[in-house]
């Protein structure tokens, strides 16, 4: 897979619509060779869905939308690829985003402990720029912890300016956090937010005639 998607790159301008340096480290780890990164800059708190499963396409959309418009400027009719992703964290009954602040992270990181897995909802959406044609998908990852995280920790983790700035408040390769996941159900590329197998698939079918 791949190394399928490393080629795609190599022979397609592909344009990563995000400014998550996760995703583009996802991306770098498979030797990716992006053609440009492109920031949306959209208010994604104007868009809200109570399904956990709907809201990151939604937001994924709203920025394929903003950037679609910025490249047919920007490049005309040129044929670029795409990727716009969003992720949304889902625990305890409600849907996380970013905390909010420290204590926010503090009091997710103890359910995660109290054994509360979070799941991560990954949308991907992947546009040709030339034809307009539009490919795209939920990918959905399960991370269970470890209930020994030392209080030490758990108060170091509440003010890591990484993972304040992380879907649901948790990062699995953080050295501080990643140790204690238990373990997951998934792919670990779907939890850092770009599902590789997921993206993949879309930027041959937004290829296809």
């Known amino acids: 897979m791949s190394q399928t998607l490393k080629d795609f ?13 996760w995703r583009r480290q996802v991306l770098e780890s498979q030797g990716v060779k992006l053609h440009s990164c492109m920031s949306p800059d959209i208010d994604e708190n104007a868009i809200r869905h109570p399904d956990p499963n709907v809201l990151p396409l939604l937001i994924a959309r709203g920025k394929a939308d903003a950037l679609e418009a910025r490249c047919a400027a920007e490049h005309g009719s040129e044929e670029l690829y795409l990727i716009c992703s969003d992720q ?3 625990s305890c009954g409600e849907i996380r985003e970013k905390p909010k602040d420290s204590a926010m992270l503090e009091t997710w990181v103890r ?3 109290a ?7 990954s949308a991907v959406v992947v546009v040709n720029t030339r034809t ?3 490919a795209e998908g939920v990918d959905v990852a399960k991370t269970f912890f470890k209930a020994d995280i030392p209080e030490s920790v758990v108060k170091q983790i509440a003010v890591c300016p990484d993972i304040i700035t ?3 408040g948790f990062a ?5 956090m990643g140790p204690y996941v238990d373990h997951i159900e998934g792919a670990m590329d779907s939890v850092v937010g770009l599902p590789l197998e997921l993206l993949d698939k879309l930027l041959h079918e937004a290829a296809a005639a």
């Not at 790159?9 to 340096?21: N, P, W």
């Not at 054994?115 to 909802?121: A, D, K, L, R």
């Not at 699995?172 to 501080?176: G, I, R, T």
């Open 9 to 21: 790159c190599a022979t397609h301008k592909v344009v990563l619509g995000s400014s998550s340096k």
């Open 88 to 90: 949304v964290a889902y």
């Open 111 to 113: 359910q995660y402990i």
């Open 115 to 121: 054994g509360n897995p979070v799941e991560t909802y």
């Open 132 to 134: 307009k044609k539009r």
């Open 166 to 168: 992380c879907s649901g």
């Open 172 to 176: 699995v390769d953080d050295k501080l």
